[in-house]
């Protein structure tokens, strides 16, 4: 029965961040695409909720996936060359950022340690991305193209998903201990 769970929220959470791929819009600076989706934020729930090894095993079923050309990665794109486009370093920075989350977070963190280690990851997540972008271009162009733009956005979207998380373990843990009175007419 566990490890049927444990499928069941490896393959729940794999849809989820799939889905939250098609949430998007393209932010174009001087011909350069670049996507902003809800993946972060899902991504960000998604490591809160499963260990370290399920979440490699989600990234890896992801990148597959994507690799092989199902429509997962941002606006229903696929291919290996989406590693390499400006937006490959935020992509292979999943991993990292989601281990990041997976590895430090635990049950009993409230709301402000729950930001704080959101926040160290998204400050990952723009690092991968803008090494990224370094490489590919020069440091102001990496700022501008994946950094201007992006942290505002960032910010909401880590407060809101830590917010997510505190609230989704607040009702499992009234869930799990709620316990029915046996015996009582």
Known sequence: LFLNMQIVKIFFSLLLLILSSYIDYDI?????????????????????????KEFILIMILY??????????????????????????????GFLPVGLFISTLLKPEDSWLRIMTIFLGATMIMFAF????????FDGSKALEYGFYPYWKPSILKLTLASVIVLLIRK???????????????
């Open 63 to 92: 990148y597959l996936l994507g690799i092989l050309g199902c429509p997962v990665f941002a606006g229903g794109s696929s291919g290996a060359s989406k590693f390499a486009s400006g937006s490959g370093g935020f992509l292979y």
């Open 129 to 136: 991305g803008l090494i990224h972008l370094t490489l590919k």
């Open 28 to 52: 174009s600076i001087l011909n350069v695409q670049i996507p902003f989706t809800l993946q972060s934020f899902c991504l960000f729930i998604i490591a809160s909720f499963n260990k370290p």
């Open 171 to 185: 009702y499992l843990l009234n869930v799990l201990s709620f316990k029915t009175p046996i015996g009582n007419s």
